[in-house]
């Protein structure tokens, strides 16, 4: 079956500008979490979506930071005024609800922040 | 909270086994051993798990020793495409996942692997 998509692949943006990334996970998968990957560095947990709630939002690294999610499917990441500092890929990641073995990733989306 | 510590580069020439080892000192009851792989520009991709002994699939196999202070991905006969960066994951699968209370992921750096010909 499909995995985890995720769009644009690449989106190069001015500073200032928001930014929108979409996640769709696996059909099926209750579970969406979204990751920050910089350049040579680990995963940086964002949020976490049981169904179409985010218990915690406090992975979030600022205000400019939000996140949605519908129909327990597409969930879509929103970076507001966007900075320098915020150049890195974004990954989304689904999984069963309860199964925390193994998670599903997208390819992610490499945002650049000119 | 399990903290892993792994090499941060090892280089392997085409067709030898590779041992990449972990420790993890202060591992809990509970925790699983998890490693995942990730290609460049692609997202991690879960390779195996297990909680002790020997577990093997069509991948690699996973050695833990009796005190599951470290373990052991063993990657057989490698092969250019294996270039990757490897992390160890430790944490337990039942209550919210590696270290995360929300069941999210928690990733060091990895193990670059690096295979020549």
């Known amino acids: 079956g499909a995995g985890v998509s995720q769009s644009p692949s690449n989106k190069v943006t001015e500073k200032g500008k928001d930014v929108e990334l979409r996640c769709d996970p696996i059909?099926?998968?209750?579970?969406l979490y979204w990751y920050r990957q910089r350049l040579g560095q680990g995963l940086e947990f964002l949020i976490y979506?049981?169904?179409?709630?985010?218990?915690?939002k406090s992975g979030l690294p600022s205000d400019r930071f939000s996140a949605e999610r519908t129909g327990e499917s597409v969930s879509t990441l929103t970076i507001q005024r966007t900075q320098q500092e915020d150049s890195a890929v974004y990954l989304c990641a689904s999984t069963e609800r309860g199964s925390y073995n193994e998670q599903f990733f997208g390819p992610g989306t490499r945002l650049t922040v000119l | 909270l399990a903290k892993t510590t792994q090499p941060i580069s090892m280089d392997s020439y085409e067709g030898q086994e590779v041992n990449i080892t972990c420790s993890h000192n202060n591992i809990a009851t509970n925790d699983y051993i998890t490693w995942y792989q990730q290609f460049p520009s692609q997202g991690p991709r879960f390779i195996i798990q297990?909680?002790?002994t020997k577990v093997t699939n069509e991948v690699a196999s996973l050695f833990i020793p009796a005190d599951r202070k470290s373990s052991t991905l063993s990657l057989p006969r490698v092969s250019l495409s294996d270039t990757a960066v490897y992390y160890c994951?430790?944490?337990?699968?039942?209550?919210?996942?590696?270290?995360?209370?929300?069941?999210?992921?928690?990733f060091g750096k990895g193990t670059k692997l690096s295979v020549k010909p």
């Open positions: 059909s099926g998968h209750t579970a």
């Open positions: 979506f049981q169904g179409n709630s985010a218990p915690d």
């Open positions: 297990g909680y002790k």
């Open positions: 994951l430790v944490g337990d699968r039942f209550s919210g996942g590696y270290g995360g209370s929300q069941g999210n992921l928690i």
